[in-house]
Nanobody
Framework: QVQLVESGGGLVQPGGSLRLSCTAS?????????MGWYRQAPGKQRELVAS???????NYADSVKGRFTISRDNAKKTVYLAMNSLKPEDTAVYYC??????WGWGQGTQVSVSS
């Protein structure tokens, strides 16, 4: 059973930055999986915003391209999301999981962008 724990969210002003972390524990073969960061805004479906493959190739949703950077540390079983130039529309609960999602969801971390 894999557990995912996300952290690093908070309240920031537009244009601000945050760095999210997600660590997997339990029995995993973390390094072989493509990992993704997802977000869910109130009243909206969860969406994939960034993914990173075991080769470290990355993909981004158009809405975050050029502002967000996904990275991973396989030794720590951790995936990161550096978020810059944050906008109010980035407000959501952020989750990580494999891409596509295969594991149970963690509790997520709230990101709120507001002046």
């Amino acid at each position: 059973q894999v557990q995912l724990v996300e952290s690093g969210g908070g309240l920031v002003q537009p244009g601000g930055s945050l760095r999210l972390s997600c660590t997997a524990s339990g029995s995993t073969f973390f390094s072989i999986y493509a990992m993704g960061w997802y977000r869910q805004a109130p009243g909206k479906q969860r969406e994939l915003v960034a993914s990173i493959f075991h080769s470290e190739t990355t993909n981004y949703a158009d809405s975050v391209k050029g502002r967000f950077t996904i990275s991973r540390d396989n030794a720590k079983k951790t995936v990161y999301l550096a978020m810059n130039s944050l906008k109010p529309e980035d407000t959501a609960v952020y989750y990580c999981n494999t891409s596509p999602p295969n594991w149970g969801w963690g509790q997520g971390t709230q990101v709120s962008v507001s002046s």
